[in-house]
Each structure stands twice: as structure tokens, then as C-alpha cells.
């Protein structure tokens, strides 16, 4: 029959019952060691004491607490050491990088930004860094290797396709001269793969220009055969241009006054011995056409005789 | 009417002082502190759970418990006491997860106790000295011990604790403590007379 131990009555328990056995207590220490496994293994006595260590913030081998202090000092010490080197660092870097970098501002004329209001950087940047833009767009679009170097104040061909056409004949002509090959060819055929195919390949360009000029009736037009040749000749280093050149060409054939009613020094024409001769031959020559009957002579080498001697009066007999 | 220090009556190298330095952060405190304890308080879980593995689990426990506690600890009894309290506490938790029902029978079986106990040889030659025949054999009387009274008389071996430290360690009164520890070395001596 089972019962609570404190019934069991401790009547009769005097205090030699429970207090230390001599015997029992050497047996027992006897028995630590002997069988083995006494003690916590070494691995879990420095868990425990590491642990502990742990707990109060203490580190082995390092002085307790006053480290601990420091840290958090000493790491905001060296964060605001390295945010101020980098910041530094990277300011000296972009100060120097800013303008070739900024696509924008490379776009922008010079006089623009130099012109531009609160701009440190640009205002106090040397004078090679206003230059550098223009030479910008070279990285972009690399020049034919073939073709010389552009000259960059040329920018007139564009302008000439422009709606409206705003620039006076004269200074087309003007600037088409001045325009180098190079550029007009660029401009002329940026953006279409037909011109650019047509600039590829040669053009007799001199042979179909100069019939053009015949079916006018034109006989001289010297300075225009004189631009045509020279056309030509660029033609033959930028076909293409030979295009635009032909166009130009017949703008100013257009624009051109309007021929002489006489040719100057036929062979045909019946003063054509006299065109260094004084007026008096002149003269002489008219009448013996008029006496030759050859009246429509006469009256053409007299329409000449008043363009070359404009201050000489006619005699009464050939007026 | 001044405050008591916390130290106040406790002696510079006892155990409470240690355990109170170690609560201000005096990590070579506890190592101290370790050290003296680590054995007896190991050979308690060993010798009432007698699986290695186990032990080490639960010595760590209550060496983590203490640390734990550490800013808690006030000196309301002596360190061993309090110390032990936490391996009790630390045990029944692991005979209760293990199933294990702690009863204890009126007579404590004692007959068949002493029956079950080999006797001593005959020939064994008398010693002054505790052989270790003798530890052995203790040892096995120990083991044959039921597990409250073992632990009676395991507190008084390892932690020195006095019938109402081991009360207060085991959350009994103090006549369930001293009845519990007079069975067991009862039993001890009676399984040791042979050796007398």
C-alpha cells in the first residue's frame, strides 16, 4: 500500500540518522573519478564560459568593458572619416570629368554657356574646356576616311533644303562656293541611302551638264562653263555633290542676265577682223555692207558698233 | 537608516559574492564561480539520469539559467542552495518530458532492496583505506536507490547541503527532506556493512 513519504512518520529520526557518514561520505569521494566521466567534457565548460563572457560583454584576452566603450565612438570616428574622403575624393574627380561628360552641355554653344547665369563650374572651367564640345560630336560620328577634314563653320548646305529658302541667291552662291566638298556631300546625303548609294559610285556629271546649257541657246556663258568645269572636277571626288551642283547650277543659269543678241567674235560675223579696229573702220565696214545690200549685217554690226562705241556719233548716212 | 549593500555580511571569495560580481559584469567572477560548482553539480544530473549525453544538455541548461539570472540574484540563501535549486527544477523537467512518474512506495521496498544487493566476497581482504571496490559498490547501491532519496543524499554529497537546504533545493518541507535522506543512507549503510 502506497503512501505519501511524509507519513512514513519521522518519529524516532534522531539527527545521527541523517547526519554525515564518515564511511559513506570516503566511499563517495572514492567513487568520483573511479568511474570516469566526473566532469563536464573540456568542449562544454568553454561553451559555458564563453557564454558567460558573452552575456557581460567581456572578451578574452582584451581589457573587459573599456573597449566596449569605444566602439561605438570609434566607429562613428571612421564612418565620418570615410564620408568626408570619398566626398572630397569625388568632388576633385567631377570637377574635372563634368563638362566632357554632360552630352547636354556639349551640344550648347559656347557662347551659350558662357553666357549662362550661376554656372560655377563652367564660369571658373579653363578655356580648353569651352573647346572640348565641339569636338565632341567627332566621337559620334567619325569622318570618311577618304574624305578631308571638314571645316566646321560651314553650315550652309542644310540651310539651302530649308523650307523657305531664306538666303539671298547671292549668298548661296557665295556660300556654295565656299562649302568644301566633304560637307556638302555629308549633308546632302545624310539620312538617304539612294544619294549616299549614288555618291558610292561615279557620275558623268560634266557631259550631262554641259548639253543642258546648248539647249538653251546659250552660246558662252563662260564663268557658268567655267563653274560647271569646276563642279566636274569636284564631282569627281563626291559624284554626289555633281547633283546638287547641277541644281545650283541651273538656279544661276535662271538667275543669269540674258544673253548678248550678238555673239562677240564669231567667225561668221562680218566684223569679226575688226574687233580691235578704231571706229572709223567701223563705219567704213557698215557702209559697204549697205552698199553690198547686205542690210541685215549692217544693222547687227551697227547694234554691235553702239555696245563697244557708245560715245561716237553715227553719221546721218547710217542712222 | 542606511540601505544594506547587497554585499553587506557575505564574504569577499564566498560563492555569493562571486555570483554577485558576476551580475555586475565580472566575467572572471563566474569563472571562478564555475569552477568550484562544475563537478558536483555534473555528477548530480550524471548519477540520477545516467546517460552522459542528457547530462551535458542539462548542465548546460542550468548554467545558461544562471547566467540568465545573473542581475536577479540576491543573497536570500546560500549559492549552493539556489544553485541546486535550478538542476532540481532542471531534472524534473526532463523526468516529466521523459514520462517518468516519481512515486515513492511507504516502505521504499526496503526488503527487497538489501535482497537485491550482492554480497560482499568473502575473501575480500579488509582495507583501512576505501577501495575501489568499495566507490563501486556504493556507487551501485546508489543507482538502486529511488530517485528522490538519491537525490537526498546526492545534494548532501556534492552541494554539502544541510536537510533544510536540500527542502528548499527540492521544494519539500523539511520532514519530507529529512525522511527522504535518512531511507537513503539507511540503505547505503546497510548495503556497506559488509566492508565495515
Known amino acids: 500500500m502506497a503512501m505519501n513519504e511524509d507519513q512514513n512518520g519521522n518519529q524516532n529520526i534522531g539527527p545521527a540518522e541523517t547526519a554525515r557518514d564518515p564511511q559513506l561520505d570516503a566511499a563517495y569521494r572514492a567513487s568520483v573519478g573511479a568511474s570516469g566521466g566526473d566532469g563536464p567534457p573540456a568542449a562544454l565548460d568553454d561553451a559555458i564560459r564563453a557564454a558567460a563572457r558573452r552575456a557581460v560583454g567581456a572578451r578574452p584576452g582584451m581589457p573587459g568593458r573599456s573597449f566596449s566603450r569605444w566602439r561605438l565612438p570609434l566607429s562613428v570616428a571612421a564612418v565620418l572619416v570615410l564620408s568626408v574622403s570619398l566626398v572630397t575624393l569625388m568632388r576633385e574627380e ?226 | 537608516m542606511t540601505p544594506e549593500s547587497p554585499t553587506a555580511g557575505v564574504a569577499e571569495d564566498s560563492d555569493e559574492a562571486l555570483m554577485l560580481a558576476y551580475g555586475n559584469g565580472d566575467a572572471a567572477a563566474f569563472d571562478r564561480l564555475y569552477a568550484r560548482h562544475k563537478g558536483g553539480v555534473y555528477r548530480y544530473l550524471l548519477r540520477q539520469c545516467r546517460d552522459a549525453a542528457i547530462a551535458d544538455e542539462l548542465f548546460q541548461d542550468v548554467w545558461m539559467n544562471l547566467i540568465r539570472s545573473r542581475a536577479q540574484y540576491t543573497v536570500e540563501a546560500r549559492f549552493t542552495t539556489f544553485l541546486y535549486r535550478v538542476a532540481h527544477n532542471r531534472m524534473v523537467d526532463h523526468w516529466r518530458r521523459s514520462g517518468v512518474v516519481l512515486t515513492v512506495a511507504a516502505n521504499d521496498g526496503d526488503e527487497d532492496f538489501f ?44 552541494g554539502d547541503l ?31 556493512s559488509a566492508w565495515r
Open chain 1, 94 to 319: 567631377g570637377h574635372d570629368r563634368l563638362p566632357a561628360e554632360d552630352p547636354v552641355s556639349s551640344q550648347v554653344p559656347p557662347t551659350t554657356r558662357s553666357g549662362a547665369p550661376a554656372a560655377p563650374a563652367t564660369a571658373t572651367a579653363p578655356a580648353q574646356d569651352r573647346v572640348e564640345p565641339v569636338a565632341a560630336p567627332k566621337k559620334a560620328a567619325p569622318p570618311a576616311a577618304s574624305t578631308p577634314p571638314p571645316q566646321r563653320q560651314v553650315v550652309a548646305p542644310p540651310a539651302l533644303h530649308a523650307a523657305g529658302d531664306p538666303l539671298p541667291k547671292a549668298e548661296k552662291r557665295a556660300v556654295l562656293e565656299r562649302a568644301p566638298v566633304a560637307d556638302s556631300a555629308n549633308a546632302l546625303t545624310a539620312g538617304t541611302p539612294a544619294l549616299a548609294e549614288q555618291a558610292a559610285s561615279p557620275a558623268p556629271v560634266p557631259q550631262a551638264f554641259a548639253p543642258s546649257l546648248s539647249d538653251r541657246g546659250v552660246d558662252a556663258g563662260s564663268a557658268l562653263q567655267r563653274r560647271s568645269a569646276e563642279a566636274g572636277a569636284r564631282d569627281e571626288r563626291a559624284p554626289a555633290v555633281a547633283a546638287a551642283g547641277r541644281a545650283q547650277e541651273r538656279r544661276l543659269l535662271r538667275s543669269a542676265p540674258p544673253p548678248a543678241p550678238v555673239a562677240a567674235a564669231s567667225p561668221a560675223t562680218p566684223w569679226a577682223d575688226l574687233i580691235e579696229a578704231p571706229a572709223k573702220d567701223w563705219l567704213a565696214r557698215m557702209r559697204e555692207l549697205r552698199r553690198a545690200g547686205r542690210g541685215d549685217d549692217a544693222d547687227a554690226m551697227l547694234v554691235e558698233f553702239r555696245r563697244r562705241f557708245p560715245d561716237i556719233e553715227l553719221p546721218d548716212d547710217l542712222r
Open chain 2, 115 to 158: 535482497e537485491l544487493q550482492p554480497a560482499p566476497p568473502a575473501d575480500q581482504p579488509e582495507v583501512a583505506a576505501v577501495s575501489r571496490e568499495q566507490a563501486a559498490r556504493l556507487l551501485a547501491l546508489l543507482d538502486a536507490l529511488p530517485p528522490e532519496q538519491r537525490e537526498a543524499f546526492l545534494l548532501q554529497q556534492e
Open chain 2, 162 to 192: 544541510s536537510i533544510e537546504d536540500i527542502a528548499e533545493a527540492t521544494g519539500v518541507t523539511r520532514e519530507t527532506a529529512k525522511s527522504r535522506l535518512r531511507y537513503a543512507m539507511a540503505k547505503l549503510r546497510k548495503g556497506m
